[in-house]
């Protein structure tokens, strides 16, 4: 009995105890050729991973660790939307559960203050004819006590435990966040990223800021204006130029 309240999302899940990371399972059935709509859940992650080659600190039974899998009709370049999209339904899946207000530092970091609870992890399965699938991963740090988390990661992340003062119920987090995703995926298939983009920027703890942002190559610093239709990062620096950013990691001054 899982309770989901939604129509596609979660219409199949596999529910795994144990695996190393629920993106590789899910790439896997996605081959395969599992439905819009499937969800890889585990209570554990071995090797659970996150942007840029890091380790996700999975630890067992204290948070939500799954991946989504969806198969929208949107050529490659929107695929970053979809993250964007996810963050929206996070947050509001977080405040319906618990009260709490998270915010969104882009493109994918769900924060309290300056400590993260939730990353996104959106990866691609793509051909000549476009998107075969998107697999959505989802890390949301949920029960840990301050002692839970590695050492490398305990001064910058929190769960929401740590910031309710009480344990949280998993499976309704679960369900609420399916929930959310699915309106919100059907809102953008229906009305494009418009609105979307309104809730997001609504959510932001960058839009507006000064930020750092660390690329590969350089590093610029500047004022966050907004993000594109592209959900783009649109950096305006001291000179006065505006400069996309598509990826990095973002520092708030
Ligand atoms: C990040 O902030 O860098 C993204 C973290 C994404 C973590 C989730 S947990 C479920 C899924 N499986 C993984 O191995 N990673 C994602």
């Not at 790439?27 to 969800?39: F, R, S």
């Not at 004819?129 to 305990?154: C, P, S």
């Not at 003062?165 to 953008?188: D, F, S």
């Not at 839009?207 to 500047?222: D, S």
Request: proline share 2%.
């Amino acid at each position: 009995q899982s309770g989901l309240k939604t129509k596609r999302l979660g219409s199949r899940i596999e529910y795994l105890e144990q695996c190393a990371s629920t993106q590789i399972v899910a790439h896997q059935l996605a081959q395969e050729g599992a439905l819009d709509g499937t969800v890889v859940i585990a209570d554990l992650q071995t090797e659970g991973r996150g942007r840029l080659m890091r380790k996700w600190d999975s630890a067992k039974g204290q948070g939500i660790w799954m991946s989504i899998i969806l198969r929208p009709d949107v050529p490659p370049h929107k695929a970053p939307q979809f993250t964007l999209v996810a963050a929206v339904a996070i947050v509001r899946a977080i405040q319906s559960i618990t009260g709490l207000e998270a915010s969104i530092k882009w493109p994918n970091d769900i924060l309290f203050g300056n400590k993260k609870a939730t990353g996104i992890l959106t990866e691609l399965q793509s051909d000549a004819d476009g998107i075969q699938a998107l697999i959505i991963g989802i890390g949301v740090n949920v029960n840990q006590e301050r002692e839970d988390f590695d050492a490398a990661v305990k001064e910058i992340a929190t769960s929401l435990r740590l910031e309710s003062g009480q344990a949280v119920n998993r499976r309704k987090l679960v369900q609420e966040i399916l929930r959310y995703l699915e309106i919100y995926t059907e809102m953008y298939i229906e009305l494009g990223f418009g609105p979307l983009k309104e809730l997001w920027e609504g959510h932001s703890a960058t839009i507006g800021k000064a930020v750092r942002a660390r690329m590969t190559r350089e590093t610029l610093e500047g004022i966050a204006e907004g993000i594109t239709e592209d959900g783009v990062l649109q950096l305006r620096t001291a000179d006065g130029k505006l400069h996309g950013i598509y990826s990095a990691d973002i520092e708030l001054k």
